[in-house]
């Protein structure tokens, strides 16, 4: 096709002057950084060419053309014909955008027209487009936002962004599935639930998160009740570390008396949440992780065990209940969170508002995760494969989007929290109640 050469031709210049750029040593504009040179030399061009060609036909066969004709006509005086008018109007597609693994453009609504119609004709966008995959969002009344992806940012050897967290109780723990940085940010959610199979990632996305906590002023609590195998890598950085469940109980014990002296504190200061005391007062944030849920919950049916697992989930429950305004954050990692593991399972999932969920055996699970929240997120969380390690569909901004964890190796989590051992706030409470719990 003549355009293709065009466009090609008009690439082929842009990269030589590209190429060139070292030696004229002119500087790149600071939005072109961590641009794919390939996609914005190469498939964006080539991609605006299909979409500019593609669209009508599109529009007619997905319902997205409207006419404002009548459908019926009176012609030669008294025959009345009736079918579909020739020349349908269809949407006129906005300015393409080249992003960092896509593009994105706006488009008006016609009237009449609903975004719902946008989405169905996305799978088609993708096929006509020749992308990975199209999302439709309506941000404005009227408007749709098309984004198009070139490649799966997820997969193996994928560029993605580099960010660094920045806000406090905030920490970018991978990619997005547009490309963007994945951020769990505790101040807008503040307690986290994690699911998935052995082996789907759920441990790694805690050391990628604790990684990025480890130099804020933050306080990190474990609660690792397989021997503490997983949370004791951090040791040097955490504030206190339960490895068996008897610990567990003495530690979330000694929390909700922290809480509850903070909270005292607060109602002295005539202040809601701890976030409105002086900054000199404020008492240090707490993140408190829970890696493998059910070992807290589980009863070998003698008295004492039992006695165990009603304590931990009673003090569990009211830290997620109270903490948030108190600076407790929870995030909670687990196989299952269903009724079978104990009464308060139920209770606490409601509390733990920030989802994700990385590939399971059943969909039970999934629905567990995601389907009080978000039903259409479950066949999505479903289709991720065994091979797909560290996938997830995670809350991200008020909606879900699938997600990848950044890979975070055990060597790489010890010396970070080595590193960082330093800011490692002192809690003697905490500490206490571990060193003094009876073991399980
Ligand atoms: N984001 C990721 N990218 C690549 N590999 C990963 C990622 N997350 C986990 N893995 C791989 O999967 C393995 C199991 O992960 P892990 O976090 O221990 O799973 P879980 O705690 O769910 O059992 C890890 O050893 C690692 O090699
Ligand atoms: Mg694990």
New binding site residues.
């Given amino acids: 096709m003549p355009w293709e050469l065009i466009i090609w031709l008009i690439s082929a210049a842009l990269c030589v002057v590209l190429l060139m750029q070292p030696v004229w040593e002119y500087p790149l504009p600071r939005w072109l950084d961590g641009i794919a040179w390939g996609w914005a030399l190469g498939g964006f061009p080539l991609t605006v060419g299909r979409m500019v060609t593609t669209w009508r036909r599109l529009c007619i066969a997905t319902d997205l053309a409207v006419t404002n004709r009548p459908r019926h006509a009176v012609i030669a005086g008294d025959l009345m014909v009736s079918g579909s008018p020739l020349r349908p109007s269809v949407p006129r597609l906005g300015l393409p955008r080249l992003t960092r693994s896509g593009l994105r453009l706006r488009i008006r609504m016609l009237p009449g027209q609903t975004p719902a119609l946008y989405l169905a004709a996305a799978e088609a966008m993708t096929h006509d487009w020749r992308v990975y995959g199209v999302r439709v969002v309506s941000p404005r009344r009227g408007w749709v936002t098309i984004t198009a992806t070139a490649r799966d940012p997820l997969a193996d050897g994928a560029a993605g962004v580099v960010a660094r967290s920045v806000r406090l109780l905030s920490a970018v723990v991978g990619l997005t599935e547009d490309g963007g940085p994945w951020g769990i940010d505790f101040r807008a959610v503040p307690h986290w639930l994690v699911v998935g199979a ?2 789907s990632g ?3 996305l ?1 050391a990628s998160l604790v990684s990025e906590l480890a130099p804020q002023p933050v306080a990190l609590v474990g609660i690792d009740c ?1 021997g503490g ?2 949370l004791s890598l951090f040791e040097a950085r955490l504030s206190a570390l339960a490895s068996n469940r008897g610990e567990a109980a003495a530690l979330l014990a000694a929390l909700v008396v922290e809480i509850e002296g903070r909270m005292a504190e607060c109602r002295a200061a005539g202040a809601r949440s701890v976030w409105e005391l002086a900054d000199g007062s404020r008492p240090v944030p707490l993140v408190v992780l829970v ?2 849920l059910a070992e807290l919950y589980l009863s070998d049916g003698s008295r004492e065990s039992k006695r165990l697992a009603v304590e931990c989930s009673t003090a569990l429950l009211r830290l997620a209940q109270l903490g948030a305004a108190l600076g407790l954050h929870l995030i909670v ?1 687990g196989q299952r969170v269903g009724s079978d593991l104990g009464p308060g399972v139920t209770a606490l999932r409601a509390q733990l508002g920030g989802r994700v969920c990385h590939r399971v055996h059943d969909e039970q699970t999934a629905l567990m995760a995601l389907g009080d929240l978000w039903p259409d997120a479950v066949a999505v969380a479903q289709s991720i494969g065994e091979d797909e390690r560290g996938v997830a569909v995670a809350t991200v901004g008020g909606s879900w989007l699938r997600v990848r964890s950044t890979h975070t190796t055990t060597e790489q989590a010890r010396l970070t929290a080595m590193m960082h051992a330093k800011s490692t706030p002192a809690m003697p409470g905490l500490v206490h109640a571990v060193g003094g719990g009876d073991l399980s």
């Fill in positions: 052995t082996q759920k441990s790694t805690l397989k195998l997983e890696d493998e990692a």
